[in-house]
């Protein structure tokens, strides 16, 4: 019985009649905020991977992918810390979510900020999006990202008013609606 199972998809393949099955790739991202001397501020960084083609140079916030079985809390502190240099010492929400542990699972129940998913293109990805605080000393550049900054959120509003081309896709909708709830909260 298994050989003619191994044989049927050895001939199927060969003939590319296979089809394989893909699945989205979850990851998560955060928004850093923080403020100093009366102005808000966001963490910005340049997509620097390696085989990243022509998303290399385009202005995103930290994010990745999340591992097997990994918490999507501890996912973006690691996260953080390796595109940034950074240690996370809030995530917004983190406090409200709930673990269940029954039949065998153990399952994180939570509320990010934001969902993306890429729906056409050349990579299946879904980010969740937490808004974040960090300390510690910022680096330069990683293996993943440069010019990593803060920036001010009238420059991030000027960004992506005149320059949203030059953002990483997954991130534009969950900034402008960072950027939308804040003004609203401040009115």
């Not at 918490?71 to 929400?93: K, M, S």
């Not at 974040?132 to 990683?142: E, F, H, I, S």
């Amino acid at each position: 019985m298994l050989k003619e199972m191994i044989s049927k998809f050895i001939v199927e393949f060969h003939k590319g009649d296979l089809k394989v099955e893909v699945f989205a790739k979850p990851g998560v991202g955060g928004i850093i905020i923080k403020s100093e001397k009366g102005i808000d501020y966001i963490l910005l960084q340049e997509r620097c991977k390696e085989n990243g083609g022509a998303e290399n140079g385009l202005i995103e916030i930290p994010a990745g992918k999340i591992r097997e079985f990994e918490n999507i809390f501890n996912c973006l502190r690691r996260e953080v810390w390796e595109e940034t240099g950074l240690n996370v010492t809030e995530i917004i929400g983190e406090d409200e979510s709930v673990t269940i542990m029954s039949n065998g699972y153990k399952v994180i129940n939570y509320m990010p900020f934001a969902c993306s998913q890429n729906i056409e293109g050349t990579y299946p990805i879904m980010v969740q999006t937490f808004i974040c605080t960090v300390q510690g000393k910022l680096l330069d550049k990683t293996n993943e990202t440069k010019n990593i900054r803060w920036v001010s959120i009238d420059e991030l509003i000027e960004l992506l008013d005149n320059k949203e081309d030059d953002f990483y896709p997954m991130h534009v909708a969950t900034l402008k609606k960072y950027l939308n709830e804040r003004q609203k909260r401040q009115q």
